[in-house]
Nanobody
Framework: QVQLVESGGGLVQPGGSLRLSCVASGSIASINTMGWYRQAPGKQRELVALIDIGGNTNHADTVRGRFTISRDNAKNTVYLQMNSLKPEDTAVYYC?????????WGQGTQVTVSS
């Protein structure tokens, strides 16, 4: 069973940047699509970006042009580069398969955007 560990979150001012990492305990090379999700207080978890095994990506409208997902299969790692952060990006960020259901959720990493 693959386990996922997210890191890289923190407190950042509006307009700032963060790079999130998600390291898998096993190989992700055979996992077709990986994604980054986020859950803000009082809201449902939402998918913000995905990347397939061929490197094709898609980003939610709310983050397109500001966030970039990437993956390094050799390192079993998925990244999320977040630029021009806004207060509404504040949430716990998780990675998982898309669709999710075959791999358990990690603990997530908290991103707080505030001045």
């Amino acid at each position: 069973q693959v386990q996922l560990v997210e890191s890289g979150g923190g407190l950042v001012q509006p307009g700032g940047s963060l790079r999130l990492s998600c390291v898998a305990s096993g190989s992700i090379a055979s996992i077709n699509t990986m994604g980054w999700y986020r859950q803000a207080p009082g809201k449902q978890r939402e998918l913000v970006a995905l990347i397939d095994i061929g490197g094709n990506t898609n980003h939610a409208d709310t983050v397109r042009g500001r966030f970039t997902i990437s993956r390094d299969n050799a390192k079993n790692t998925v990244y999320l580069q977040m630029n021009s952060l806004k207060p509404e990006d504040t949430a716990v960020y998780y990675c998982n398969t898309v669709p999710w259901g075959t791999v358990g959720w990690g603990q997530g990493t908290q991103v707080t955007v505030s001045s």
